[in-house]
């Protein structure tokens, strides 16, 4: 099974979108805990919507988020070694949620999506 990730970080919605299309991704899999953005066309809604014109699903798994106090710790320490264990911790608890993603990406293409563009300073990563 092959899982793919993206972060819109400095990237238009055209351009994100062009890229799920390029990779040939049918599902948008949403792994931000708030699905709000202030970067237009990047709140669930409005990501939802364009994505299905462009034949995508778009799917939130809300639990993959990264907890509040995990985020605002890395913020101050910057520390991503801890970043990641206390999110690995936090994910081993999540079980049935990464089955329901494991089921999807067997049957299609997913995408993991969230805000952060760098893979090594985001969440996707684990």
Known sequence: MLIFTIGYEKR????????????????????????????K???KRQLAAELAKNGIEY??????GTPQDIRERVRVDS????????????????EDTLRE????????????????????QCHRRA
């Open 79 to 94: 520390d991503y070694v801890r970043f990641f264990r206390d999110y690995e911790t936090y994910l081993a608890g999540q």
């Open 41 to 43: 066309g990047f709140s």
């Open 101 to 120: 993603l494991a089921e999807l990406a067997s049957q299609r293409r997913v995408c993991l999506v969230c805000y952060e563009r760098d893979f090594n």
């Open 59 to 64: 799917v939130h798994f809300r639990e993959l």
């Open 12 to 39: 238009e919605l055209s351009e994100f979108t062009a890229i799920l299309l390029e990779h040939k991704i049918a599902v948008s899999a949403d792994i931000r805990i708030n699905p709000n953005s202030r970067k």
